[in-house]
């Protein structure tokens, strides 16, 4: 790595990072224009979280090791244009330093989801208010991995001491500004019902932003930039409301009766009476004019198009702003049933000066009308068909605000689309959500219908698909180079592969393999003494989304989360974000981000809802494709995940995800499809959850029926870590050591066993056992063998140096007198057992009494589950030398390899920093090889 390119990579994400921050800040509410905060005004800062500001959410999807990050309460004393009450943040500073941030122990998915607020005498809130004219209030709230929100106080409500808070400050204050330093949405209803709400003039969220978040929120307070997020979840009076309550948190079963109907979907459809906040929601401090200038409908390649030129225009005073035009459709109801209102397209001005004006033109194909006919009713079964009637086009700043824009739009006749095949189909029976007559107001009453079954043999399916085997010739002298450089085929270079050597192949190691940048999630390819003969380099992937995680130590930028980067409804930026966050990752020699996250926000209380974009597939589509885009710019890939349905945590690698075909393909695997036919993405992570009884990482309809054949995907797929599988034709038991199922359902890459352990099949997979016994076929092992080498040889390491893996490093002693320059603290000897029993970071003396090469072992143990994820990494005298990862062991002592290190005789410190916590480390042991 080299540090001068990665401070630069760093140096030029910083302000596009801050950028993005800002433009996904969504103002809900400013009664009286109490936004932005004029040079007048003085402003008492309440709530913890302006100094313990949450920067994103917590698990892998957040455990970016930061150079540096700005609170709140940073970015705002900073920013000259905003006085403050300085007196109340200091008593602020003073209780948070008596009262620490809670970690929850620093373990895996351990941290509240809240922190514990400083209770507030009426005598503060009245001194405060004494001094100042406004009050800007935070509630701070984190989720993630492994567990879901509740709805509860301290989760989805408010705690006693935050309403508490709320009410004093409101009793005293008449204009009350409430930021939201949230992951995700939350229980709003308290703004109608609070003690005082009137004093409530303001509220935003302001999401978790990253790295930048104090000085993005401060630029919107000041009004140095104008707010232009937009919501991209429907926010309900009543968690009650949301159409998948019934059906989320089971452990066992995930029954997706609300069917297409997700988010604004079902609200406009059939409660648009429960909404506090609408889908497409967000204020401005300027006002704008949307105005259509032109519509147009063509022909374009044998089918219809819509064109649409709309000028907007700044109507206001003072502030320059952005605005973003979103597209609604009305379809028929026809025989299918179709939502009242669909996003299907959406576009985001530059920034407008008052009387500024922009015309933004949009192209719709008729695709975009289409809906998928999963049981044959419109007598086109498994097709996209547009149904005959009228079509109504709305456009304007949310769903509710999209007005009428031209006359309907009339189809006589149903029109297909495109002719596919069954795919995933439940197997289970189950009814699901379907309008059936209108009432005064214009809402639909929801009926129900039985959903379709599956139809097709997957047998057959399987057994027509498979390929023919590659002739097995040995080492003729091939090397992956020859393929790279068109001088050899991929299929010759294949076939020079023993089937162990492939069975190494589809084996990632980690995490924190010592093989590739330290502390990333995953090693791959040549990670064998043979595969690397072959000329395979080993490539590396880092968790993501919101920036590069190493559990090394190393730093890296943290951009805002995926919610706040899908409110920015601005595709461009999302791809010059993750271009720059693609340098990056060149930087340090990574090849694949674990990101973006682009499950749908089916459920507000999904704990990992932080990671993805929104509550509706096209949105979220767009949005994936923008940062795949920007990384292949880079030469990097995006690892879109996790595919598919991976909607809540509870549970999370055994709730079988029970939808419709329809639901399926029309809302939770629409933004894949959109991300691999437009982002050329290259690189997939199946989910942990089965769906309709196959584990994805083994269902074969998901990986070969849709992606492969239907959507001409031709990349890798990869497991999440430590899946699970099931036979893809008759289900049944799963087990992580299954990998022939997911090798035949074309699923490549088994994420991951230990380190070293791929040539060893230390986790015994059956690959070997199934190829043996007739259960898996030889072509079926080299087609995903030649899937893993063609990404390679896109990927950037296969531009780096091919050079063999050195697991011994030198260290040289600090001291050679052992006993006259030893400091006063205990010095442990090597060769014997060190007891440490550290959790958290400690430093120590070893003293080398024999030159030679020493092997470093730990015995640590971790009370979380085995899909929870530690690690400490050791240095030697302040060199970074290597990681100790480690998941849940259930409480019990585990050996943990590390690596050898030639050492000559002398003393030397060791430091251990536990950069994940929740591990402890019982005994280290520096023995002489």
């Keep these: 790595m080299q540090n001068d390119q990665i401070q630069q990579a760093q140096f030029q994400l910083a302000p596009v990072s801050r950028q993005a921050a800002s433009e996904g800040i969504v103002l809900l509410k400013n009664d009286n224009n109490s936004l932005p905060l004029l040079p007048e005004d003085c402003v008492s800062l309440f709530g913890r979280c302006q100094i313990n500001t949450y920067r994103s959410g917590t698990g892998s999807g957040g455990a970016v090791n930061v150079p540096y990050s700005v609170s709140a309460l940073e970015g705002i004393d900073l920013n000259p244009s905003i006085t403050i009450n300085l007196q109340l943040v200091s008593i602020y500073q003073d209780w948070v330093n008596q009262h620490p941030f809670d970690d929850g122990g620093g373990g895996w998915a351990a941290e509240p989801w809240f ?104 630029d919107i307070l000041s009004g140095e930039e104008s707010p232009s997020g937009r919501l991209t979840d429907t926010i309900a009076y009543q968690i009650e409301d949301y159409p998948s309550s019934a059906n989320f948190g089971d452990k066992k079963y995930n029954v997706y009766q609300e069917d297409i109907y997700v988010g604004y979907r079902y609200f406009e459809t059939f409660a648009p009476e429960k909404v506090q906040f609408e889908f497409g929601s967000g204020l401005s401090y300027t006002q704008f004019n949307q105005q259509l200038v032109e519509h147009r409908v063509k022909d374009h390649e044998g089918s219809k198009q819509f064109e649409f030129d709309i000028e907007v225009t700044n109507i206001g005073d003072l502030y320059s702003g952005k605005e973003v035009v979103q597209l609604y459709l009305e379809a028929p109801q026809g025989k299918l049933g179709k ?10 001005t530059k920034k407008l000066a008052p009387s500024e004006s922009q015309l933004i033109s949009i192209t719709v194909p008729i695709s975009h009308l289409a809906s998928y006919d999963d049981s044959g009713v419109t007598d086109h079964r498994s097709c996209y068909v547009v149904e005959a009637g009228d079509y109504h086009f709305y456009s304007g700043g949310s769903v509710h605000q999209a007005q009428p824009i031209y006359a309907t739009w009339h189809l006589p006749h149903i029109q297909v689309v495109e002719q596919l095949q069954e795919a995933c189909a439940p197997i289970q029976s189950f009814e699901r959500i379907k309008p059936t007559s209108r009432n005064d107001q214009g809402s639909y009453q929801a009926g129900f219908e039985v959903t379709p079954q599956r139809r097709v043999d997957l047998a057959d399916r399987v057994i027509a ?200 393909r029309e809302v939770h695997v629409k933004p894949f499809e959109m991300a691999v036919k437009h982002g050329k993405a290259s690189t997939i992570m199946t989910s942990y959850n089965p769906v309709n009884g196959h584990w994805a990482a083994s269902n074969y309809d998901l990986n070969t029926t849709l992606l492969r054949q239907e959507w001409g995907f031709s990349g890798i797929v990869m497991t999440d870590w430590w899946a699970k599988m099931n036979d893809p034709i008759e289900a049944g038991e799963e087990s992580k050591t299954f990998t022939s199922y997911m090798l035949r359902a074309q699923n490549d890459l088994y994420m991951v066993v230990e380190n070293d352990g791929a040539e060893r099949n230390a986790m015994q997979d059956d690959t070997l056992s199934a190829l043996n016994e007739g259960r898996l076929t030889l072509g079926e092992l080299q087609r995903s063998a030649m899937n893993i080498c063609r990404f390679i040889i896109n990927a950037p390491v296969m531009e780096r140096p091919l050079e063999a893996y050195e697991p011994i490093k030198t260290f040289k002693p600090k001291a050679t007198k052992l006993v006259e320059e030893t400091p006063t603290q205990t010095v442990y000897v090597a060769n014997r057992p060190m007891e440490l029993n550290a959790s958290t970071q400690v430093t120590f003396d070893i003293a080398v009494n024999e030159a030679g090469i020493y092997r470093c072992q730990a015995a640590m143990r971790y009370e979380r589950d085995a899909l929870a994820q530690s690690s400490c990494s050791l240095s030697i005298n302040d060199l970074f030398s290597m990681s100790f990862p480690i998941h849940g062991t259930d409480g019990t002592t585990q050996q943990v390899e590390g690596l050898e290190v030639k050492l000559d005789k002398g003393l030397y410190t060791f430091s251990i920093d536990f950069v994940k916590p929740g591990a402890i480390l019982e005994v280290l042991h520096l023995n002489k090889v």
């Design 115 to 218: 922190q514990k607020e400083m209770p507030l005498s009426d005598e503060l809130v009245e001194s405060a208010a004494n001094t100042s004219n406004k009050a800007v209030v935070f509630i701070g709230r984190t989720a993630g991995e492994d567990q879901d929100n509740k709805d509860v106080a301290g989760s989805y409500r408010l705690t006693e001491l935050e309403e508490s808070m709320l009410v004093k400050v409101c009793r005293y204050f008449e204009c009350v500004i409430v930021v939201m330093n949230v992951t995700n949405i939350m229980d709003m209803s308290w703004l109608n019902t609070l003690e005082g709400h009137q004093s409530i003039k303001a509220v935003m969220y302001n999401w978790a932003a990253g790295m930048e978040a104090g000085h993005a929120l401060a």
């Design 339 to 348: 939502p009242s209102r669909v996003l299907i397209a959406f576009a985001k």
């Design 465 to 664: 698909s498979l390929p023919q085997a590659l002739e097995l010739t040995g080492d003729v002298g091939i090397k992956l180079a020859d393929v790279y450089s068109g001088s050899a085929s991929l299929e010759g270079f294949v076939g020079q592969m023993s089937p162990e050597q492939m069975a190494t192949l589809v084996r990632g190691e980690g995490m924190c393999s010592p093989k590739v940048t330290p502390g990333t999630a995953a090693a791959f390819g040549g990670v064998s003494d043979g595969l690397f003969q072959l000329g395979i380099p080993i490539a590396a992937a880092a968790d993501g989304p919101s920036g590069i995680r190493m559990d090394s130590g190393h730093k890296a930028t943290q951009v805002p989360i995926g919610t706040l980067l899908g409110c920015t409804w601005n595709r461009e930026l999302n791809e010059e974000l993750f271009y720059l966050i693609g340098q990056e990752l060149r930087a340090n020699h990574i090849d694949t981000l674990l990101g973006p996250g682009i499950n749908i926000h089916r459920h507000p209380l999904n704990g990992r809802n932080f990671e993805y974009f929104s509550e509706d597939p096209y949105l979220t589509g767009i949005m994936a494709s923008a940062q795949t885009v920007g990384l292949a710019r880079a030469g990097v890939s995006g690892t879109i995940k996790h595919f598919a349905a991976n909607d809540q945590e509870t549970a999370r690698v055994d709730v079988d995800s029970i939808m419709s075909e329809r639901a399926l």
